[in-house]
């Protein structure tokens, strides 16, 4: 298994360009599931977890054509297995995406149930009432979600907590059923908006997305449509925290500054000088960081996602932080690798107190999510010594090519196999 070594200490410079937003790419690709037609997407990242979908979808029909660096054409006509098996589903919880649009085109679905995952229980049954309450029969039986309908009627749901993919997942089956459907409580979060427009080329009457309230007319059928997926929010968050982190200073290019209100406000309090122009982000750290405090929420505040991040740039920071989870009851697994490098953590239930060390110290550390990997990429830039990342497949799923970047950004690390 890879594995990440970085020794601590330099100063991030220079430019870096941004990737397409895994999170946006993810159900952009299941879309390709509602329409016979291609589907040609630009600006699509080089991950796993996009791997992971593309084999998913392809194993159903779906034709996938590269189509230079980072573009895709998605041809699902020849469509004819609307299965997604627990080996795919169990490596990547948002394989549960297929279930809406497989509904909406084929009539029915067998998707494996996700399970539990590291950062909590995460269930789909909003997912799963939302379809039922727009007409699908659905079973449970063997590890699996059986759905079927003959074609899905516009409903209102209401969810009873904001979810990302759960709001995707309805308004992707929404687009094909018989009337209106509305969601309220929907997820605000940009790559939802991202979604609604790419369906919105492909022939989709949706409005409202980006609000809590989406409106979705049901049409007949959807067409092939080209769609450029929107940057990467998390990844630059991530490289900003590492700019800030090094007392560096670093343009973002292809990126936008538009999605990132909550994060780039904190960094300006820990100060940074931050300044957006066009799709470039720029910062410049100072040499020793305040503490931040940051309490997780749905769109547009502070998203989970950097939550890891903010947690290993407080260790180092001047003061103390408070650093809340509110969306995920598990999400701290980061804090006892960040304790290993000689940072001062202290949990209580879902909050944590972050008092800033003058120093951390390099060790081995092993990642276990996505956004924890990332904390401890941060905190190895920083640390004195040699850092050894275990388990950087994580990263993989969601970050194209960290090495490379991190290096491109004056950063010693290397990957280890
Ligand atoms: C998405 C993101 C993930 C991010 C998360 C929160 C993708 C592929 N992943 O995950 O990176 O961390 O949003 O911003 O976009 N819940 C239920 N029942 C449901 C659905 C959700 O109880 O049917 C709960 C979850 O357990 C969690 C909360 O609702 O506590 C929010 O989860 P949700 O927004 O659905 O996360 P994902 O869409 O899985």
């Known amino acids: 298994m890879d594995k990440l070594l970085i020794q601590g200490g330099t100063p991030l410079s220079g430019e870096v360009a941004i990737s397409g937003a895994k999170n946006a790419a993810?159900?952009?690709?299941?879309?390709?599931?509602?329409t016979g037609e291609p589907l040609q997407l630009k600006n699509v990242p080089h991950l796993n977890d996009i791997s992971t979908m593309l084999r998913l979808i392809g194993q159903m029909g779906v034709e996938v054509t590269m189509d230079g660096n980072d573009g895709l054409i998605l041809d699902s006509h020849g469509l004819n297995n609307p299965l997604a098996p627990y080996d795919m589903v169990k490596t990547?919880?948002?394989?549960?995406?297929?279930?809406?649009?497989?509904?909406?085109?084929?009539?029915?679905?067998?998707?494996?149930?996700?399970?539990?995952?590291?950062?909590?229980?995460?269930?789909?049954?909003?997912?799963?009432?939302?379809?039922?309450?727009?007409?699908?029969?659905?079973?449970?039986?063997?590890?699996?979600?059986?759905?079927?309908?003959?074609?899905?009627?516009?409903?209102?749901i209401v969810t009873d907590m904001?979810?990302?993919?759960?709001?995707?997942?309805?308004?992707?089956?929404?687009?094909?059923?018989?009337?209106?459907?509305?969601?309220?409580?929907a997820a605000r979060e940009p790559e939802v908006v991202d979604l609604a427009n790419c369906l919105i080329a492909?022939?989709?009457?949706?409005?409202?997305?980006?609000?809590?309230?989406?409106?979705?007319?049901?049409?007949?059928?959807?067409?092939?449509?080209?769609?450029s997926i929107m940057p990467d929010r998390i990844e630059t968050g991530t490289y900003l925290c590492a700019a800030a982190v090094s007392a560096g200073s670093v343009r973002l290019t292809h990126t936008s500054a538009a999605y990132l209100d909550a994060v780039l406000a904190k960094l300006r309090e820990a100060g940074c000088a931050v300044s957006a122009e066009h799709d470039v982000i720029s910062l410049k750290a100072?040499?020793?960081?305040?503490?931040?405090?940051?309490?997780?929420?749905?769109?547009?505040?502070?998203?989970?996602?950097?939550?890891?991040?903010?947690?290993?740039?407080?260790?180092?920071?001047?003061g103390s932080a408070?650093?809340?989870?509110?969306?995920?009851?598990?999400?701290?697994?980061?804090?006892?690798?960040?304790?290993?490098?000689?940072?001062?953590?202290?949990?209580?239930?879902?909050?944590?107190?972050?008092?800033?060390?003058?120093?951390?110290?390099?060790a081995t550390v092993m990642a276990t999510d996505l956004r924890a990997s990332a904390s401890l990429?941060?905190?190895?830039?920083?640390?004195?010594?040699?850092?050894?990342?275990e388990r950087i497949y994580h990263l993989d799923?969601?970050?194209?090519?960290?090495?490379?970047k991190l290096s491109k950004l004056g950063a010693i690390v290397r990957r280890v196999r």
């Open 322 to 362: 408070l650093i809340r989870e509110t969306i995920f009851e598990n999400r701290f697994m980061h804090a006892v690798e960040l304790i290993r490098l000689g940072a001062d953590i202290r949990i209580d239930a879902n909050a944590a107190l972050v008092t800033g060390v003058p120093r951390l110290d390099g």
């Open 286 to 318: 100072p040499q020793r960081l305040k503490a931040v405090s940051v309490r997780t929420e749905p769109y547009p505040a502070f998203p989970t996602d950097m939550q890891a991040q903010f947690m290993a740039i407080n260790c180092v920071a001047e």
């Open 26 to 34: 993810l159900p952009i690709l299941c879309a390709c599931l509602l």
């Open 397 to 404: 799923r969601g970050y194209e090519r960290i090495e490379e």
């Open 92 to 156: 990547m919880r948002a394989s549960i995406l297929v279930l809406g649009p497989l509904l909406a085109r084929c009539g029915e679905a067998r998707v494996s149930l996700p399970g539990g995952c590291a950062i909590g229980a995460r269930p789909v049954d909003q997912h799963i009432r939302g379809l039922q309450a727009m007409g699908a029969e659905i079973h449970v039986e063997q590890g699996y979600v059986h759905a079927t309908a003959r074609r899905l009627k516009g409903a209102r």
């Open 202 to 227: 492909m022939g989709a009457r949706i409005s409202g997305a980006g609000s809590e309230c989406i409106s979705i007319h049901g049409v007949e059928r959807l067409h092939g449509a080209t769609h």
């Open 377 to 389: 990429v941060i905190a190895g830039l920083v640390a004195q010594g040699e850092t050894l990342i």
């Open 162 to 185: 904001v979810t990302v993919t759960g709001t995707e997942n309805l308004m992707m089956a929404a687009v094909l059923a018989d009337g209106e459907t509305i969601i309220e409580n």
